[in-house]
């Protein structure tokens, strides 16, 4: 028994995640880059500059590495493809997706 077939559209989104955890690091490495530039008053010390300064670069870091995930994840929609994929029923349970696409 044929199931009916449907269009989907594949693309390849990116992982925010991952975006936001890289630009959370880069911010803290900016921070400690633009910390160790400057000289240190010796009452306050370097580690409690560095982590003064990490409330505000990490976020910054956090907040650029969004920006440029939804950025790829709007360019990733525009390159979305359409192909028909087949519905299958395996053991009477419908599995959907798992066919093979056909890209004409």
Do not use: H, W
Request: charged residues 20%.
């Amino acid at each position: 028994m044929s199931e009916p077939e449907s269009t989907v559209k594949i693309r390849r989104a990116p992982k925010i995640g991952a975006f936001l955890v890289v630009g959370g690091l880069i911010g803290a490495l900016v921070t400690l880059v633009l910390t160790a530039q400057f000289p240190v008053d010796p009452n306050v010390g370097f580690i409690a500059l560095f982590g003064y300064f990490c409330l505000f670069g990490i976020p910054a870091g956090v907040l650029l590495g969004a920006l440029l995930a939804l950025l790829l994840d709007r360019v990733s929609r525009k390159r979305a493809r359409e192909v028909v994929a087949e519905r299958e029923s395996v053991g009477g349970e419908s599995v959907a997706g798992e066919g093979v696409a056909d890209e004409s």
